[in-house]
Structures are given as C-alpha cells and as structure tokens.
C-alpha cells in the first residue's frame, strides 16, 4: 500500500469516523476504484488532535491476508494490527520512552475499526492507555524537535501467512501542533 495523503486535525471534541467526509482522500481514491486503509491516530487534551494516515491499494485480493483482515471482526483485527515505532532524531529518553519494538495495537490501546465499500478505518484512542497517554505527554511537548518513523503491519500467525504484510509505513518530521486545521463537519456524507 502506498501513502497518498497525511491530514493533521483539531477540534474540541475526539474525532471518529474521519473517512466519511466529503472529498476526503478515501472518496477520491474510491473514485478511481482503489481501497484505502486509513489511520486516525486520537490525540487528547484540551483541544483533540488527530493524525490521520491513509494508504492506498489497486483492491483486495480476494483470500489475502489483508482482504481478511479488511473484512475480518474486531477481535480478529486487533490481534493482527502491529506497529512498529522508532524516534531516530529526538531525546535519548524520547527515543527510549517510544522504543522500537513491535506492537499490537489493539492489545496495547482501544481501536476502532470502521468498515466502508471502499476503505477500512481504524481509529486509535492514545488516550485509553496510561502508558501510552503517559508517553504522548513526554512525546508532545517536544513534537517538534522530533522524527518519528511508524510502520503498520498485519501480523503473521502461520507459516502460509509468512512474510509478514506491510500496510503503511510513514516518517513524520517535526510536527507542528499549531498548524493542525478543524475538520469540515458539515461535509460528512
């Protein structure tokens, strides 16, 4: 999967379900066809932020381990859906704060996932975890001194599923929290 676009978004109030807005990059990638499996990465605090990646496939091959996963239930998903994070530019107690070991998401913090015809969103509460809200709170204060690298796999449980898939993988350098824009809700299809 290729990624095709990176939004950075803020609000009052947590944002879910992001792919259902008009002219988003999932309605444009459905347009020509393409399935999209998009990352919104829920950030609390007083203002909510969401980091959302979304990555793009001509379609599904049908029986593949990502047509399962896509089609798959909660359960299934969240003991599949692995991150691997790594920091190679930040603080040293940054960097081992974050680490670079694998994760299963959905064991470590709560996720949605929302199934649309054309994509699969999976919406990541930070804030459902301590650790993990602990982490951000090292994390977001020096956001923008950081690169922070994520890759998103599905986890490989058999030998026939071997080697394991890549969903997504993207570098993020130096993030800006005051360049985050509110979402258009009135535009949700």
């Known amino acids: 999967m290729e990624l095709v676009a990176v939004d950075w978004f803020k609000d009052a109030k947590r944002m879910d379900?992001?792919?259902?807005?008009?002219?988003?990059?999932?309605?444009?990638?459905?347009?020509?066809?393409?399935?999209?499996?998009?990352?919104?990465?829920?950030?609390?605090?007083?203002?909510?932020?969401s980091l959302v990646l979304y990555f793009v496939s001509n379609s599904l091959k049908k029986g593949s381990l990502l047509q399962r996963f896509a089609d798959g239930d909660d359960d299934f998903r969240n003991s599949r859906l692995k991150l691997i994070?790594?920091?190679?530019?930040?603080?040293?107690i940054?960097?081992?704060?974050?680490?670079?070991?694998?994760c299963l998401l959905g064991k470590a913090v709560d996720c949605s996932y929302l199934?649309?015809?054309?994509?699969?969103?999976?919406d990541v509460?930070?804030?459902s975890s301590a650790v993990a809200n602990g982490v951000l709170g090292l994390?977001?204060?020096?956001?923008t001194t950081l690169v922070?690298?994520?890759?998103?796999?599905?986890?490989?449980?058999?030998?026939?599923?071997?080697?394991?898939?890549?969903l997504g993988a993207a570098r993020?350098?130096?993030?800006?929290?005051?360049a985050a824009v509110y979402p258009v809700l009135d535009n949700i299809s």
């Open 94 to 102: 940054v960097r081992q704060s974050v680490g670079s070991t694998p």
């Open 172 to 178: 993020l350098s130096h993030i800006e929290p005051s």
């Open 17 to 49: 379900h992001v792919a259902r807005r008009k002219g988003s990059a999932v309605q444009v990638a459905a347009e020509k066809g393409m399935f999209t499996f998009l990352v919104n990465i829920q950030i609390p605090g007083p203002s909510h932020y």
């Open 139 to 143: 994390v977001f204060g020096v956001v």
């Open 85 to 92: 994070p790594s920091v190679p530019k930040g603080s040293w």
């Open 148 to 166: 922070v690298d994520m890759a998103f796999l599905i986890q490989a449980n058999t030998y026939d599923e071997l080697p394991e898939q890549l």
């Open 115 to 122: 199934r649309g015809p054309d994509y699969l969103e999976v």
């Open 125 to 127: 509460d930070i804030g």
